[in-house]
């Protein structure tokens, strides 16, 4: 695959950038929070060696094409808040899957639905990709209500689809297709 270049992007008050070695604090807030780890390549236990392998993993995986990693910060004092991707390897069959999670700090205020709304536009406008996914446990209602606020349409569960955790986990799968509200 080509190297991708991670875009700025801006709306709502904000910032969806590249990872930066400065974003550590934010690894640091994620490594505490019991979730994020067990669902992300966040590293359970921080240690400034593990959270600057964090950040050069999201760093390679733009230069291998995989997808856009980028961190979502406020545009009023750029503090960052938590993170976004837009993965592409079913990009081939028209479609790439979107997942997100915000540090504690950033929770309950819209944040995420915003930066999914941000997310969702450039890549059905600007990258043309024909239908976005995201998956999300059935418990996580914050998030199920994020996906739906952003356009995203409840399609089903998918028994036993991940493990999370050291266990198999049902997924609830939603989608949005390009041109179609809802």
């Not at 992300?40 to 995989?66: D, I, L």
């Not at 540090?103 to 990258?127: F, I, S």
Request: hydrophobic share 40%; net charge positive.
């Amino acid at each position: 695959m080509t190297a991708l270049e991670v875009p700025r992007l801006t709306a709502d008050g904000l910032l969806l950038r590249p990872w930066e070695q400065a974003d550590l604090p934010l690894v640091r807030e994620a490594s505490a929070d019991p979730y994020i780890p067990l669902i992300t390549t966040v590293p359970p236990v921080w240690s400034r060696a593990e959270g600057e392998a964090f950040v050069r993993r999201q760093w390679a995986r733009a230069q291998t094409g995989a997808g856009y990693p980028f961190v979502l910060a406020r545009t009023s004092d750029a503090r960052p808040l938590g993170a976004i991707g837009l993965w592409l390897r079913d990009l081939p069959e028209g479609r790439a899957t979107v997942g997100y999670w915000l540090a504690p700090h950033a929770r309950g205020n819209g944040t995420a639905t915003h930066a999914l709304t941000t997310l969702t536009t450039w890549a059905t406008t600007e990258l043309r990709i024909p239908r976005l996914q995201l998956l999300v446990e059935p418990w996580n209602t914050a998030s199920s209500h994020t996906a739906e606020r952003a356009g995203f349409v409840r399609e089903g569960v998918l028994r036993g689809w991940q493990e999370v955790g050291g266990v198999r986990r049902d997924m609830v799968m939603y989608g949005r297709v390009a041109g179609r509200a809802g």
